[in-house]
Nanobody, 126 residues
Framework: QVQLVQSGGGLVQAGGSLNLSCVAS??????????VGWFRQAPGKEREFVAG????????SYADSVKGRFTISRDNGKNTVYLQMNDLKPEDTAVYYC?????????????????WGQGTQVTVSS
């Protein structure tokens, strides 16, 4: 069992930056075999893929809406994945979730993920 604990988020003005963290605990001895993704869900909308990272090579993928503004990264030694969000826009307002999948690829669908963080609110004011 792996637990994911998120931190970061909050309220920021448009054009500002935030950094989200996702720390794995529990059976982290196998966490090096897990891919991690960030998703978000805005009010009244479906949860959508934002960014993903493989664990071993650190290959990344982004939704078109955040490409060039968001950066996903990881620190293997700390069992932590980050989502650096720059040039935030009001349409980025959502609850953000990290999730892990027991495999080493990029996974775009929610149902492919095994464990989920608790969610973090990000609000961008105009």
């Amino acid at each position: 069992q792996v637990q994911l604990v998120q931190s970061g988020g909050g309220l920021v003005q448009a054009g500002g930056s935030l950094n989200l963290s996702c720390v794995a605990s529990g059976r982290t001895e196998s966490f090096s075999d897990y891919a991690v993704g960030w998703f978000r869900q805005a009010p009244g909308k479906e949860r959508e893929f934002v960014a993903g990272i493989t664990w071993s090579e650190g290959a990344t993928s982004y939704a078109d809406s955040v490409k060039g503004r968001f950066t996903i990264s990881r620190d293997n030694g700390k069992n932590t994945v980050y989502l650096q969000m720059n040039d935030l826009k009001p349409e980025d307002t959502a609850v953000y979730y990290c999730a892990s999948h027991a495999g080493n690829g990029i996974y775009y669908r929610q149902k492919e993920y095994d464990y989920w963080g608790q969610g973090t609110q990000v609000t961008v004011s105009s």
